[in-house]
């Protein structure tokens, strides 16, 4: 007796075709990662005498002492390219993503309180210690990663990230993604970690004298 033709499995390869090709295409697109080409070189941040180190800093130290040790061996600058470069990027956007934006008093009770975000909230300082924790975890040299202190675009004081480069202080902050040479931020920059010792310095020699970036922060 002959054979009826198959004609299902036909059908059946067709139907696993489309159905495969209608997933592609309704996933998700890929993220793709953001490219900025390497700044262009500007000056440093000027900075000299010691100074009176944050009173939040000091009660953290005391707790992550490891944290705030200066490890004169490593290097001052980091040496920019680009896939380091868009590293750095990477770790501040992800950081600003991630945190949950609350003052200490609302989130601990306490007007000063300086501390990791493991919690997934925090202020201004927070967002820097994760930044400088994730980037020193990369490889990168914590004795160029500087908490930094400056008054913002409303008087206010705010706390930063300056990392030193070999092309320029450049600034990560949590009001932004991108990051920016220290004169072009808006700020007044009062003081920032020392790399040759445990401690600060303040800017322009003193604190009443502090170095003023020139340019209006963006929008």
């Known amino acids: 007796m002959n054979r009826r033709p198959d004609r299902a499995r036909p059908r059946s390869l067709q139907l696993a075709i489309a159905t495969i090709l209608a997933s592609l295409i309704a996933a998700p697109a890929l993220p793709i990662e953001r490219h900025v080409s390497l700044p262009p070189a500007s000056n440093p941040a000027p900075a000299a005498e010691?100074?009176?180190p944050p009173i939040g800093w000091v009660d953290f130290c005391k707790r992550h002492p490891a944290e705030c040790t200066t490890d004169i061996g490593e290097p001052a600058k980091i040496m920019l390219f680009q896939a380091r470069w868009d590293e750095i990027g990477t770790v501040n956007r992800r950081v600003n993503a991630q945190i949950r934006p609350m003052p200490d008093i609302e989130h601990w009770g306490l007007i000063e309180s300086w501390d990791?975000?493991?919690?997934g909230i925090g202020d201004c300082e927070d967002y820097v210690l994760e930044k400088r924790?994730?980037?020193a975890a990369a490889g990168l040299p914590?004795?160029?990663?500087?908490?930094?202190v400056v008054l913002d675009e409303a008087n206010a004081g705010h706390a930063v990230l300056m990392v030193r480069t070999d092309r320029g202080d450049f600034v990560l902050d949590n009001?932004?993604?991108?990051?920016?040479?220290?004169r072009a931020t808006g700020y007044s920059f009062i003081k920032r970690e020392s790399q040759r010792e445990t401690g600060w310095i303040a800017?322009?020699?003193?604190e009443d004298n502090a170095a003023t970036a020139t340019?209006?922060?963006?929008?």
């Not at 914590?142 to 930094?148: E, F, G, K, V």
């Not at 800017?203 to 003193?206: A, E, L, M, S, V």
């Open 50 to 52: 010691r100074t009176r």
């Open 116 to 119: 990791f975000p493991d919690d």
């Open 133 to 135: 924790r994730q980037l």
């Open 142 to 148: 914590r004795r160029a990663l500087l908490i930094t």
């Open 175 to 182: 009001k932004r993604d991108a990051i920016l040479p220290w």
């Open 203 to 206: 800017f322009g020699g003193q």
């Open 215 to 219: 340019l209006s922060p963006p929008n």
